[in-house]
């Protein structure tokens, strides 16, 4: 396989320096700057399939995957020609159409639990917009998050969150009122008794507990065996509301989203990334008794003018079309499989200490010398200096895993077994090279 032929980096190197004069820090979202790992960030012109091409002639397995959507790969032909089609009729008209009947309909018979369901525009937007829904529901102001998880950069949620807060060291960022943060109360990820002991002290004053059924933003963090099931639990016995952040895992822990797959009800879901197929689009959702308040059948105010736009939609239902069809993401379930399995072998035979966890499509990759990672302390406490030099070994073959340790993986439909073989050879020059 011909990969990262060129070796260069002139033309990246040039468009950084002068993306930093224009915008902060030369990125438009954080983890792209490469902070966490050092260089300068790769600069993309074209994608298609599995392989990203960037400014300077080079090309790469992609497992990144725009951060999730992408689970058809790039450039899917159905896909494309149908956002071409909807350009021809409209961009956007601030005003209903069928289309965004057509993708709520589709989607609420997907996913268990989503009765009624609002279109935004990002998954911040989802997230900020469920957690208002749930304080006017409740008429409490109190949420809980879990440290490490990420919801979006809204105020409340911004409270030792993952992602690039996490990878920039501000979990907890400058700029959001105290007097707000107050009202998010933090805990450790797949801790169940701390989420009981919190529950009886001041389940009377929890509107919510928001959480990513499988964290994507500390890496790749499955939940243990009954923490979702506490979750509903505490919340049901306490009127509160349970929220699952779906935005990473919809459609790809399993068809029908990973809540469904650990068989644990939410009341309210959010969705975002795949459900767009590549565009921006959000949602938020669930029992029609709770979204019924969101205005103008309520008076939860949230609004938008470009959500439900017509692009968005045609895409959004175009994807999911295809990656609910029968047999379409067992085999790609199986590919992330292989991939886990064949890195962990490959730190093995040079003796690297190193995990893997794997939840669908969704992986992550740790060095770190406990058998199986589960929580923020663990995460915390990987070797990111190894993690740091492998990962600019692989950049340098032709494989761009995410840049920064607190990111999962993602695999699409398009990936291949020869990609997958190629990715673990690499990886076995890349732990070769770290044990000198
Ligand atoms: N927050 C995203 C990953 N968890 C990164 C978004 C981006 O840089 O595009």
């Known amino acids: 396989m011909n990969l990262k032929s060129k070796k260069t980096d002139y033309k990246s190197k040039d468009l950084f320096k002068s993306a930093k004069r224009s915008i902060p820090g ?28 960037d400014v300077d002639g080079n090309k790469y397995i992609d497992y990144i995957m725009s951060w999730g959507p992408m689970l058809l790969g790039h450039g899917h032909k159905t896909v494309v020609n149908t956002i071409k089609k909807q350009v021809d009729k409209a961009l956007t008209f601030g005003a209903p159409t069928e289309l965004e009947v057509q993708l709520a309909e589709k989607i609420c018979s997907i996913v268990p639990g989503m009765e009624m369901i609002r279109m935004v525009n990002s998954g911040t937007e989802a997230t900020m917009s469920a957690i208002r829904l749930a304080r006017a529901y409740s008429g409490r102001d109190k949420i809980v998050k879990f440290e490490g998880c990420y919801h979006g950069h809204s105020d409340s949620l911004l409270v030792k969150a993952g992602s690039g807060a996490l990878t920039m060291g501000e979990p907890s960022s400058p700029g959001v009122p105290e007097c707000l943060a107050a009202h998010t109360i933090t805990l450790p990820y797949n801790d169940i008794s701390k989420v009981s002991n919190l529950f009886d002290q001041l389940g009377s004053q929890i509107a919510a507990i928001i959480v990513e059924p499988v964290v994507g933003n500390m890496n790749c963090i499955p939940p243990i065996p009954g923490f979702l099931e506490k979750l509903r639990e505490c919340c049901t016995k306490h009127d509160a509301l349970l929220i699952a952040d779906e935005v990473m895992t919809g459609f790809r822990v399993s068809s029908k989203g990973a809540m469904a797959h650990y ?31 969101i205005s103008p059948s309520g008076s939860v105010y949230q609004a938008g003018t470009l959500s439900g736009n017509p692009i968005a939609m045609a895409c959004g239902l175009a994807t999911i079309d295809l990656i609910t069809k029968e047999d379409f993401l067992n085999p790609v379930i199986e590919n992330t499989k292989s991939l886990c399995e064949g890195l962990s072998q490959a730190a093995k035979n040079h003796n690297i200490s190193f995990t893997t966890n794997q939840a669908g499509t969704m992986w992550g990759y740790f060095f770190s010398t406990e058998a199986k990672v589960t929580s923020y302390d663990q995460v915390m406490a990987c070797d990111t200096d ?24 993602f695999m699409s439909s398009a990936h291949t077994k020869e990609d997958i073989d190629y990715t673990i050879e690499a990886a076995n020059k890349a732990f070769s090279a770290l044990q000198n």
Request: one cysteine or more.
């Open 26 to 53: 030369g990125v438009n979202s954080p983890v792209r700057a490469f902070k966490a790992v050092g260089g300068t960030p790769v600069f993309f012109e074209k994608a298609k399939g599995a392989y990203l091409f």
């Open 263 to 293: 068989k644990v009800s939410p009341d309210l879901i959010c969705l975002g990334k795949v459900i767009g197929g590549g565009l921006p689009v959000g949602a938020f959702g669930g029992k029609k008794s709770i979204m019924e308040l």
């Open 386 to 409: 190894k993690f740091k030099r492998f990962y600019h070994s692989m950049l340098d073959q032709g494989v761009y895993f995410a840049p920064a340790s607190f990111e999962a993986g």
